[in-house]
């Protein structure tokens, strides 16, 4: 396998990005901010993950079923 | 089969595994598989979810990358585990005033702190300048030792492949 160099790679570019958001988001927060911003993050992010683990599970059945 | 390993993974090997046309995908992706292959469990934290969030503000392109870094989680059976936010916090802060990182890097201090917190063995990151690092790990290593905390090793998907096919196989 050719030796891919790390900024090569797109998803460690938007990574770095959304690094730099984070960091702006947090670095002066205070721990009641801090929480608030992970509380948003959760409301945001954990009921898709819970749609996208159903698909994968859907997706799974239909192609053990043939 | 060695004993169990827990391996925290950095937003950026989540993103190279779920996204086909990306220049790393193909090693991530063996990498994942060896992993599952030794038995070893697979986790992120709050600071990974506090990065995936922000996809939502990329608008499509940002929606389309976290639908698939979504779906890379039961594909690969990686668990979201629960972090104290203020131990994680306090500890970040920690690192940042020894200095193991500029404050310009805080949110990678943040995934160390989650990675120590959780007693994870590895944490795995594409980063080797700041993540995968050895002078930044016994930076994170000094801290936490003086705190009386777990050591942690920092390297990247490839170093450990290599070490499971070496050493686990």
């Known amino acids: 396998m050719a030796k891919v160099r790390e900024e090569e790679s797109l998803s460690f570019l938007l990574d770095e990005k959304l690094k730099e958001f984070v960091t ?7 721990y009641e901010e801090y929480e608030e911003a992970v509380k948003l993050a959760k409301e945001a992010v954990l009921p898709l993950a ?3 683990e159903k698909s994968v599970k859907i997706v799974r059945m239909l192609l053990l079923s043939g | 089969m060695g004993e169990e390993k827990l391996v925290y993974l950095d937003g950026n090997v989540l993103l190279a595994a779920s996204t086909l046309e990306d220049k790393l995908h193909d090693e991530t992706v063996e990498f994942l598989q060896l992993v599952q292959q030794a038995d070893w469990k697979l986790i992120i934290g709050t600071p990974i979810l506090l990065e995936l969030e922000q996809l939502l503000y990329l608008g499509d392109m940002g929606w389309f990358r976290l639908r698939h870094a979504l779906a890379a989680l039961p594909k690969y059976d990686i668990r979201i585990v629960e972090d104290d936010h203020k131990a994680v916090l306090e500890l970040a802060r920690q690192y940042l005033e020894e200095k193991v990182l500029s404050q310009r890097y805080f949110a990678n201090l943040l995934v160390f702190a989650s990675a120590t917190l959780a007693k994870a063995d590895y944490l795995v990151s594409w980063d080797s300048r700041r993540v995968a690092n050895k002078s930044v790990v016994n930076a994170v290593n000094r801290v936490n030792v003086n705190r009386k905390l777990p050591e ?15 050493e686990v196989l």
Do not use: D, G, S, W
Not at chain 2, 152 to 166: G, N, S
């Open chain 1, 24 to 30: 702006e988001n947090t670095l002066k927060a205070k």
């Open chain 2, 152 to 166: 942690i090793e920092a390297v990247t998907p490839k170093r450990l492949a290599q070490i499971i096919k070496e």
């Open chain 1, 50 to 52: 819970r749609v996208m």
